[in-house]
């Protein structure tokens, strides 16, 4: 049956709003759908088959998962495992994501205070009145931190830990990120002294970041 020509652009701009909707949920619910299983696969995570090739060349100031305490080097692959014992937080994040370095910024203040004015991320609008940055930096010091880059090349990795005073362990964590279908950096994943995943962020919740990770240093 043929359109009256006089109703065909109320028609057309009804299909249009109907056809949106229907891909803006479509847009939600596959979104969903993909946390939810990053979540799944996530809590699924057994922390003694983990494996990390660490980026060679990268700033590592302190005695960690089993590496010598020096800035160069020569040992590349880390098991977790020997992290076990100490709450682990492993970061996925990218040195070309903004949020990503800004996330790490959080994660510095919180953990490492003393530190924290040593990390300058680009795009980052931090305040140095942070209420993150009041937090003491030896309640948490004890915390692992392991910085699994994403999509990024070595150069970049190395350039970003020099510039910065910050006791992580930079290893290439696209692999893990694509194995755990991640949905995207920044995302955090909160390990117990036994091995046992607690919690996961994702985004940039800062307030979540911060009662998350101080319920992880608190936990026996």
């Not at 300058?120 to 948490?140: G, H, R, V």
Request: aromatic letters at 8%; hydrophobic letters at 40%.
């Amino acid at each position: 049956m043929p359109i009256d020509p006089k109703f065909f652009n109320r028609f057309m701009i009804m299909v249009a709003a109907i056809t949106a909707i229907i891909i803006i949920f479509s847009t939600l619910r596959h979104a969903q759908v993909n946390k939810q299983d990053f979540e799944s696969e996530v809590y699924a995570l057994d922390i003694q088959e983990l494996r990390f090739e660490r980026v060679l060349g990268t700033r590592t100031d302190s005695l960690q998962c089993g590496l010598a305490q020096q800035e160069e080097l020569a040992t590349q692959t880390i098991h977790a495992e020997t992290c076990l014992g100490k709450p682990i937080i492993l970061l996925f994040w990218a040195t070309w994501s903004g949020m990503s370095q800004e996330m790490n910024q959080r994660v510095l203040e919180q953990l490492y205070s003393d530190t924290a004015n040593a990390i300058q991320p680009a795009n980052s609008s931090l305040s140095q009145n942070s209420s993150l940055s009041q937090t003491s930096s030896t309640q948490n010091s004890d915390i692992i931190v392991i910085a699994a880059a994403v999509r990024d090349d070595a150069s970049s990795v190395i350039r970003y830990s020099h510039s910065i005073s910050a006791p992580f362990i930079y290893v290439d964590g696209t692999e893990l990120f694509h194995q755990l279908k991640a949905t995207g950096v920044p995302a955090q994943i909160f390990i117990s002294r036994e091995g046992t995943v607690t919690d996961l962020q994702i985004g940039r919740d800062a307030e979540a970041l911060q009662q998350k990770i101080k319920k992880l240093a608190e936990a026996p």
